[in-house]
């Protein structure tokens, strides 16, 4: 094999090769991102669907016993238990003002990547929204929409506000986000150990990846409720501070 046919193969496979890697950086850098924004805009509306199509009946009116007759008044009804999270499906959203007005994201149940890959993902087997014990929430730091490039800005004080359609909770950070290893599982623990958190609450955990292109470490970003106001009264003034 000639010297020029060995230069040349090897420039054909150079050509290749870098080819492949832009077409591999366009998927990472813009495709994935035009697909987490369909699929985020449409859970979106799927919750946001659900949401007014939900109504809150009146009591029936009690009726009074016939003239003559006695009855014993019936035990006070127990309000329902909520229903549970469905596994992939959307149930809340999430806003972040620090990171911009325009900031908002659908969170949905569990932690999979094709749940990842539609919005941020609550971890299954801790606490309800706004309940005690800890609410924690994941997020890619990159691709599929970048939810949480900016996440290493949160500073002591921000306000995350979540809406379950009925209510608003404003939680507020503690101290700026904590790096660790994936393997430190604890930081979605009831009472985190590193938190800083004195017993039991009612908190919030936020994870996302770290390095910014790697996943090597986690960021971890602990939050308190700090109030809770109807949805039929407006927005907390956390969206205007």
């Given at each position: 094999?000639?010297?020029?046919?060995?230069?040349?193969?090897?420039?054909?496979?150079?050509?290749?090769?870098?080819?492949?890697?832009?077409?591999?950086?366009?998927?990472?850098?813009?495709?994935?991102?035009?697909?987490?924004?369909?699929?985020?805009?449409?859970?979106?509306?799927?919750?946001?669907?659900?949401?007014?199509?939900?109504?809150?009946?009146?009591?029936?009116?009690?009726?009074?016993?016939?003239?003559?007759t006695s009855k014993t008044p019936d035990a006070p009804k127990q309000p329902p238990a909520p229903a549970a999270y469905q596994d992939g499906k959307p149930f809340a959203m999430l806003y972040i003002p620090?990171?911009?007005?325009?900031?908002?994201?659908?969170?949905?149940?569990?932690?999979?990547?094709?749940?990842?890959?539609?919005?941020?993902?609550?971890?299954?087997?801790?606490?309800?929204?706004?309940?005690?014990?800890?609410?924690?929430?994941?997020?890619?730091?990159?691709?599929?929409?970048?939810?949480?490039?900016?996440?290493?800005?949160?500073?002591?004080?921000?306000?995350?506000?979540?809406?379950?359609?009925?209510?608003?909770?404003?939680?507020?950070?503690?101290?700026?986000?904590?790096?660790?290893?994936?393997?430190?599982?604890?930081?979605?623990?009831?009472?985190?150990?590193?938190?800083?958190?004195?017993?039991?609450?009612?908190?919030?955990?936020?994870?996302?990846?770290?390095?910014?292109?790697?996943?090597?470490?986690?960021?971890?970003?602990?939050?308190?409720?700090?109030?809770?106001?109807?949805?039929?009264?407006?927005?907390?003034?956390?969206f205007h501070s």
């Amino acid at each position: 094999m000639s010297v020029r046919l060995i230069v040349r193969t090897f420039s054909e496979l150079c050509i290749t090769a870098g080819a492949l890697i832009v077409l591999f950086v366009v998927y990472v850098l813009f495709w994935t991102g035009v697909k987490a924004a369909d699929a985020t805009e449409g859970q979106i509306d799927a919750l946001h669907s659900r949401w007014a199509q939900g109504t809150v009946s009146a009591p029936a009116p009690q009726s009074s016993p016939a003239s003559g007759t006695s009855k014993t008044p019936d035990a006070p009804k127990q309000p329902p238990a909520p229903a549970a999270y469905q596994d992939g499906k959307p149930f809340a959203m999430l806003y972040i003002p620090r990171f911009g007005k325009d900031w908002e994201w659908p969170v949905l149940e569990n932690t999979e990547v094709r749940t990842l890959q539609k919005g941020l993902g609550h971890y299954s087997g801790t606490a309800r929204l706004g309940a005690t014990g800890n609410f924690a929430v994941a997020g890619h730091r990159r691709t599929y929409g970048d939810p949480f490039k900016d996440f290493p800005k949160l500073r002591p004080g921000d306000a995350v506000v979540l809406s379950d359609g009925t209510t608003w909770f404003t939680y507020r950070i503690d101290k700026p986000p904590y790096r660790t290893v994936p393997s430190d599982i604890g930081v979605i623990d009831p009472v985190p150990r590193k938190s800083g958190f004195d017993g039991h609450g009612r908190y919030l955990t936020l994870t996302t990846c770290d390095p910014e292109w790697g996943s090597s470490h986690r960021l971890i970003a602990w939050a308190h409720l700090d109030a809770t106001r109807p949805v039929s009264e407006g927005k907390p003034a956390a969206f205007h501070s």
